[in-house]
């Protein structure tokens, strides 16, 4: 009777091992035959799949799972995050969330853009449309998916703030230029708007998002916002004229 017990437990307990294992197995050696990539506009889908899952074993069911319930990803150049989605046991998706470009510079005859984290993202032989041009920055050396390397984090955190809110407003800025004092210039179509380096470069922005609706940017003169008022009137400096036009 022991031993008839002692069987049917060993039984009992070997039968679900060898079946767990056989489904660890099966997991792991069932891989994605079709991966779809969604939301790339930069990278090609190759180099989606090739960064998102570096080595075969990762392609396989069983690893998809386990970095979905982990939630463990990859880094991914010029990518923020992604998302994986199991289709079918023979199909998974790849949803990226690409890295926005918000201002460029020339270096070395290529046209280098960065993020809003100041990292330099990608570059191309064509100035990028849609995002303004920044000059006046100082650094030794450009590394591609790196973060800039200005000296002065105050100059850059003020030209990330200002960049973002063109971002956010929509505003048609062309270009940005920074002074030897790292006061900020932004050139709209014939106009000059001068915001200077100070602690009210959001509040600055927010007041010309409304004023620039109501001002004929084709006048070359100067938008006067280097010091920050409460009212929200600003001057505006013809160019080559003494006459001045509040805004």
């Known amino acids: 009777m022991k031993k008839k017990i002692g069987i049917k437990t060993m039984i009992a307990i070997i039968i679900p091992l060898v ?5 660890a197995v099966l997991f792991f050696v069932l891989h994605f035959q079709v991966i779809v990539v ?7 889908q190759e180099t989606v799949i090739d960064q998102v899952f570096p080595s075969k074993l990762d392609r396989s069911l069983g690893m998809v799972l386990f970095h979905k319930l982990t939630n463990q990803k990859e880094t991914v150049a010029n990518v923020e995050t992604y998302d994986l ?7 998974l998706k790849i949803t990226v969330y690409e890295k926005k470009k918000i201002g460029y510079f020339k270096y070395m005859g290529n046209y280098m853009y960065f993020d809003k984290d100041g990292v330099v993202i990608g570059s191309s032989s064509e100035a990028p449309e849609k995002i303004p041009e920044v000059r006046g920055l100082h650094f030794e050396y450009v590394v591609l998916n790196e973060k800039l390397p200005i000296q002065d984090p105050d100059v850059f955190s003020d030209l990330l703030a200002v960049t973002q809110m063109i971002d956010k407003y929509e505003m048609q800025v062309q270009r940005i230029q920074l002074s030897d004092t790292f006061a900020i210039t932004l050139i709209i179509d014939a106009a000059k708007v001068a915001l200077g380096n100070d602690d009210y470069l959001n509040e600055k922005m927010s007041d010309l998002h409304d004023i620039l609706p109501h001002m004929d940017t ?3 003169g100067t938008l006067d916002m280097t010091v920050y008022q409460e009212d929200g009137e600003y001057t505006f400096q013809l160019e080559n004229s003494k006459k001045t036009e509040k805004k």
């Open 85 to 91: 989605e199991i289709v079918s046991w023979k199909e």
């Open 19 to 23: 079946l767990l294992t056989a489904a």
């Open 38 to 44: 969604e939301g790339n506009e930069q990278l090609a």
């Open 218 to 220: 084709k006048k070359a």
